[in-house]
């Protein structure tokens, strides 16, 4: 489901870049996530119709718009890092037969958009 969203937003992102104008850009999208893997805190790099970079994390339930969703460590920490540029595209009510869902966009810093609560802990 979670590749499903990703590859969703992704041609989303592709159609809307070449609405603007700039199928230049458009050709430029990355599917982070599948050439970095997991660990590069974002899944998708687009970009702004002015060329600004976009760091994309998709987030994908089934559930409605109030359901919790899980992010790592390192995605958080890239939100901060990055929060000029970050973008969390949180893709809910998803049905997998239509392959769609409803949508809300978050910029910045995730720590400030949203309560965070630590699940879990490595223990050494």
Do not use: W
């Amino acid at each position: 489901m979670g590749f499903n969203g990703e590859i969703l937003v992704l041609n989303c992102e592709k159609q809307d870049l070449i609405n603007h104008g700039r199928p230049d850009l458009a050709e430029q999208v990355v599917h982070t996530s599948v050439i970095e893997g997991d660990g590069a805190g974002f899944n998708t790099l687009s970009f702004t119709p002015h060329g600004e970079p976009k760091f994309i994390e998709v987030k994908t339930t089934t559930g409605g718009k109030g359901t919790p969703f899980t992010m790592t460590l390192n995605e958080v920490a890239f939100s901060e890092i990055h929060a000029n540029h970050y973008y969390l595209y949180r893709l809910y009510n998803y049905n997998r037969i239509m392959n769609s869902g409803e949508l809300y966009i978050l910029e910045g810093d995730i720590s400030r958009e949203r309560e965070l609560l630590a699940t879990q802990f490595r223990v050494y």
